[in-house]
C-alpha cells in the first residue's frame, strides 16, 4: 500500500512542474516587459529567457501526458486491487494535480506561449 502512495504521489509533480516551469516564464517574462504579456504581444520568441525556458516548459509537458497515460490505467489497477479498502487521499491529490495542469491549456498563459 506504501509503495501505491509514492507512485501516486511522484505522478502528481509531473503536472506541477510544467505549470510551475510555465507560469515562472509568464511572470518573468513580465517582470522584463514592464507588463503581462498576451497573445501575440510580444511573441514569446523575442523574450530573452525563451531559449532558457522553452525545453524545459516542453520537456515537462511531454512528461506529464506520458504520466498521464500511466496515471489511468495505474489508478485502475489500483482500484481493483483495493475496492474494499481504497485510500482516496493520494489518489484526490494527484487527480487535483492533473487537473489544474489541464485546466491551465486553457489560459492565455498557453494560449501565449503557444504562439
Same mark, same amino acid.
Given at each position: 500500500?506504501?509503495?501505491?502512495?509514492?507512485?501516486?504521489?511522484?505522478?502528481?509533480?509531473?503536472?506541477?512542474?510544467?505549470?510551475?516551469?510555465?507560469?515562472?516564464?509568464?511572470?518573468?517574462?513580465?517582470?522584463?516587459?514592464?507588463?503581462?504579456?498576451?497573445?501575440?504581444?510580444?511573441?514569446?520568441?523575442?523574450?530573452?529567457?525563451?531559449?532558457?525556458?522553452?525545453?524545459?516548459?516542453?520537456?515537462?509537458?511531454? %512528461? !506529464?501526458?506520458?504520466? +498521464?497515460?500511466?496515471? /489511468?490505467?495505474l489508478v485502475l489497477i489500483?482500484?481493483? #486491487?483495493?475496492?474494499?479498502? @481504497? %485510500? !482516496?487521499?493520494?489518489? +484526490?491529490?494527484?487527480? /487535483?494535480?492533473?487537473?489544474?495542469?489541464?485546466?491551465? #491549456?486553457?489560459?492565455?498563459? @498557453?494560449? !501565449?506561449?503557444?504562439?
Amino acid at each position: 500500500m506504501k509503495n501505491w502512495k509514492i507512485t501516486f504521489y511522484l505522478f502528481a509533480v509531473s503536472p506541477v512542474l510544467y505549470v510551475v516551469s510555465l507560469f515562472t516564464f509568464y511572470f518573468h517574462s513580465a517582470i522584463q516587459l514592464g507588463f503581462f504579456p498576451t497573445y501575440s504581444q510580444p511573441d514569446p520568441k523575442e523574450i530573452e529567457v525563451y531559449e532558457i525556458y522553452q525545453p524545459i516548459i516542453l520537456t515537462f509537458l511531454n %512528461i !506529464w501526458f506520458v504520466s +498521464l497515460l500511466i496515471w /489511468i490505467p495505474l489508478v485502475l489497477i489500483y482500484w481493483l #486491487i483495493y475496492l474494499k479498502k @481504497t %485510500i !482516496w487521499k493520494h489518489l +484526490l491529490i494527484s487527480a /487535483i494535480c492533473f487537473l489544474i495542469a489541464f485546466l491551465s #491549456i486553457f489560459t492565455g498563459v @498557453t494560449e !501565449w506561449f503557444a504562439d
